[in-house]
């Protein structure tokens, strides 16, 4: 079975920088795509940034040229890189990733969460 263990998340100022980071771990035929969501509070979740492992990636507009999402496939881990963050992206990120089982079963999964607050 596939887990996400997420890191990297924490108090920053507003126009500072932090770097996500998801590692999946288990036994599956593929893990893809993987990406991250947020959730602030009193909001809907939301996709930030996926990648494919074709290098495909994409944004919400919000994040545009601020974020950049990066991945390892030979270490099934995934990056997202946060710069020239705003009060508005203070929110619970959560990795999640398509996984296609050695039985053939589709799964989505998720990790448990990682706080960033972007505040002065």
């Known amino acids: 079975q596939v887990q996400l263990v997420e890191s990297g998340g924490g108090l920053v100022q507003p126009g500072g920088s932090l770097r996500l980071s998801c590692a999946a771990s288990g036994i599956a035929f593929s893990i893809n795509p993987m990406g991250w969501y947020r959730q602030a509070p009193g909001k809907e979740r939301e996709l930030v940034a996926a990648?494919?492992?074709?290098?495909?990636?994409n944004y919400t507009d919000s994040v545009k040229g601020r974020f950049t999402i990066s991945r390892d496939n030979a270490k099934s881990t995934v990056y997202l890189q946060m710069n020239s963050l705003k009060p508005e992206d203070t929110a619970v990120y959560y990795c999640?990733?398509?996984?296609?089982?050695?039985?053939?079963?589709?799964?989505?999964?998720w990790g448990q969460g990682t706080l960033v607050t972007v505040s002065s």
């Open positions: 999640h990733a398509r996984v296609l089982t050695l039985d053939s079963r589709d799964l989505e999964v």
């Open positions: 990648s494919r492992s074709n290098g495909n990636t």
